[in-house]
């Protein structure tokens, strides 16, 4: 039973360009997080997605930031025109059921992308 | 707006110690609280959690002690050992899941 798998590892871009960062959740999994880890910061939340819908995307930024994830294949985290700011770590995490989650249930991490952007 | 903060950026502790690591939130509607623990170039894993109607949880050498009242929780791993050197998050949930910057942990043999 395959973890969460992200792809790719490393993603190097140049500003303007366009990042896509991908994530396969656990097989059964029909939630998916995305989060964001700045250097020296913490985890933070971008979007929450079921399949096909989106949740919650009270984290995302409003412009050149966009997700999904389809009834078929990954979910899909996309950066427009990337800025040397959007350089950090993306992990990606799913769960069997949605929020609230119940006390024995948790959130499996991907080992993320780091996008660097030249 | 932290609503998560975890106040030490870096710990050190000598092996066979007890570590503590600590954790402070703002709001009194998160259901539960979780521990992650990150090695570099890796995604975090999970540690243990703690329900909002608990104050404590015990899993071998990892317990989570949670006050309500002063909105506090901390994680105490004993004893301490060289490879729980890693970067440990705190997270708390309600509708969705909000994680603290992470503390730093160092285990010095």
């Known amino acids: 039973n395959a973890g969460v798998m992200q792809n790719p590892r490393h993603l190097v871009r140049r500003r303007g360009q366009e990042a896509r960062l991908r994530c396969s959740p656990m097989?059964?999994?029909?939630?998916v997080y995305w989060y964001r880890q700045l250097p020296e910061e913490g985890l933070k939340f971008m979007v929450y997605l079921q399949k096909e819908n989106i949740i919650d995307e009270s984290g995302m930024p409003k412009e050149r930031f966009s997700a999904e994830f389809p009834k078929e294949g990954p979910s899909i985290l996309r950066i427009q025109q990337v800025v040397r700011g959007d350089s950090a770590a993306y992990f990606c995490?799913?769960?069997?059921?949605?929020?609230?989650?119940?006390?024995?249930?948790?959130?499996?991490f991907g080992s993320g992308t780091q996008l660097s952007v030249l | 707006d932290q609503q998560v903060k975890q106040n030490s950026p870096s710990l050190s502790v000598q092996e066979g110690r007890i570590s503590i690591l600590n954790c402070d939130y703002t709001?009194?509607?998160?259901?539960?609280f979780l521990w992650y623990k990150k090695y570099p170039a890796e995604g975090p894993t999970f540690l243990i959690s703690?329900?909002?109607?608990?104050d404590k949880n015990e899993d071998g050498r990892f317990t989570v002690f949670l006050n309500k009242s002063a909105k506090h929780l901390s994680l105490h791993i004993v004893p301490s050992q060289p490879g729980d050197s890693a970067v440990y998050f705190c997270?708390?949930?309600?509708?969705?899941?909000?994680f603290g910057k992470g503390t730093r942990l160092h285990i010095l043999p």
């Open positions: 995490a799913s769960s069997p059921v949605g929020l609230p989650i119940a006390t024995n249930e948790k959130l499996f």
């Open positions: 703690i329900s909002s109607i608990k």
């Open positions: 997270a708390a949930v309600s509708d969705k899941i909000i």
């Open positions: 709001n009194s509607m998160f259901d539960y």
């Open positions: 097989k059964g999994h029909s939630h």
